[in-house]
């Protein structure tokens, strides 16, 4: 049975960490610690928001702060699916719910163009982190061929809202975008009568 109070805890407390006044690296720091707790179980993302795309990728708002301090969002992707070369412009959170993901590293060289760096792996229950200036660059891809793979997000602002781009590897060329959202409804976290909060 879907219980959604750790998500409710999450953002509980990660609010708590802006209301201490914690710098941007701070909050992320401390935020990695909470985001790995919620992805420890698998019990409390509602099916509307695990539901694959048959075309490409879904970014399901989950919740964002009411001052646009930071957003959280699942990412649904259909077996084999992948996001071009893009970047964020503000930190982030991975933490993986479901399956595997993958993650390639680009750097920038003088020249404008992009080569890759590395590739990881996150399995369910890990947490990765990206900052602008140092591991803004990324293309991310589901590991699995053959099922749908989650992760849980979290950005320092409303990631839906941010002007970004995604990039040509071979050639640099950039081309801006904002992101928006694949839901128009959020889940409600504030209605206790309707969900049993078992230990």
Not at 43 to 52: Q, S
Not at 53 to 82: I, N, T
Not at 153 to 181: C, L, M, P, W
Request: net charge negative.
């Amino acid at each position: 049975m879907t219980t959604i109070f750790p998500l409710r805890d999450f953002v509980t407390g990660f609010t708590g960490l802006y209301e201490r006044g914690l710098s941007a690296a701070a909050i992320q720091h401390e935020g990695s610690g909470l985001l790995r707790q919620l992805v420890s179980r698998d019990d409390w993302l509602p099916e509307p928001f695990t539901r694959p795309h048959p075309e490409r990728y879904s970014q399901y708002l989950l919740h964002c702060d009411p001052m646009e301090r930071f957003s959280v969002v699942s990412f649904v992707w259909g077996a084999g699916q992948k996001t071009p070369l893009h970047d964020h412009r503000v930190w982030g959170l991975i933490g993986m719910l479901r399956g595997r993901e993958s993650e390639t590293q680009f750097v920038r060289d003088a020249d404008g163009r992009f080569r890759a760096t590395e590739t990881t792996f996150l399995e369910p229950g890990q947490v990765a982190s990206l900052t602008p200036g140092v591991n803004d660059y990324h293309l991310v891809a589901n590991a699995l061929s053959d099922q749908t793979s989650i992760s849980i997000h979290v950005y320092g602002d409303n990631i839906g809202g941010v002007s970004r781009a995604t990039y040509d590897v071979q050639t640099g060329a950039e081309k801006n975008f904002i992101s928006g959202y694949s839901n128009d409804e959020v889940p409600n976290l504030w209605d206790r009568s309707r969900h049993v909060e078992a230990a």
